[in-house]
T-cell receptor, first 114, second 112 residues
């Protein structure tokens, strides 16, 4: 169990640029989640995959956001035309099993939009 | 929107004391989980309690759940400086699909 890996750890970008983050879940985990966390707040749900299928998306996920999980392995989260309000920690988590078992989180990608 | 509300928002205690954090939620749930987060890191799962359970223990942690009051508490006994972190409750609502909904957290500081 090598844990959930997220890259990059930090990303600074200028407003209007596109950014892409990657998440490598624990290998046997079929479920993958993306959350966003701003300073002093709890994580907010963005989207959820079961294997390669994106089964749920939050209304927080505007049309500038897109997530993929090709072949049900790693996942990418892309933000197009970044805005200063996109500055946050983007957390990936994975799990395996029925219901909502405990989530295993990565250490996140901190995005700063200048 | 956040489902859970943690109370207090911040708690500062001395090493060896007990720390109690509370979580309230609004809608019916299937289970409630507690997570811990060290500064700048991801969250780590601590304990899960199902809606038909009232109390659960894990090492120095004790969690209670009162579904009639829609509230839960996390007790950390004999706290250590290493327990300093933010603690979040997260609920799986009956109608939430596949998402966990997190509260805003309690920042615990344990002074050596």
């Amino acid at each position: 169990d090598t844990g959930v890996s997220q890259n990059p750890r930090h990303k600074i970008t200028k407003r209007g640029q596109n950014v892409t983050f990657r998440c490598d879940p624990i290998s046997e985990h079929n479920r993958l989640y993306w959350y966003r966390q701003t300073l002093g707040q709890g994580p907010e749900f963005l989207t959820y995959f079961q294997n390669e299928a994106q089964l749920e998306k939050s209304r927080l996920l505007s049309d500038r956001f897109s997530a993929e999980r090709p072949k049900g392995s790693f996942s990418t989260l892309e933000i197009q035309r970044t805005e200063q309000g996109d500055s946050a920690m983007y957390l990936c988590a994975s799990s395996f099993g029925q219901g909502i078992p405990p989530l295993h989180f990565g250490n996140g990608t901190r995005l700063t939009v200048t | 929107s956040q489902q859970g509300e943690e109370d207090p928002q911040a708690l500062s205690i001395q090493e060896g004391e007990n720390a109690t954090m509370n979580c309230s939620y609004k809608t019916s749930i299937n289970n409630l989980q507690w997570y811990r987060q060290n500064s700048g890191r991801g969250l780590v799962h601590l304990i899960l309690i199902r809606s038909n359970e009232r109390e659960k223990h894990s090492g120095r942690l004790r969690v209670t759940l009162d579904t009639s009051k829609k509230s839960s508490s996390l007790l950390i006994t004999a706290s250590r400086a290493a327990d300093t972190a933010s603690y979040f409750c997260a609920t799986e609502r009956e109608t939430s699909g596949s998402r966990l909904t997190f509260g805003e957290g309690t920042q615990l500081t344990v002074n050596p």
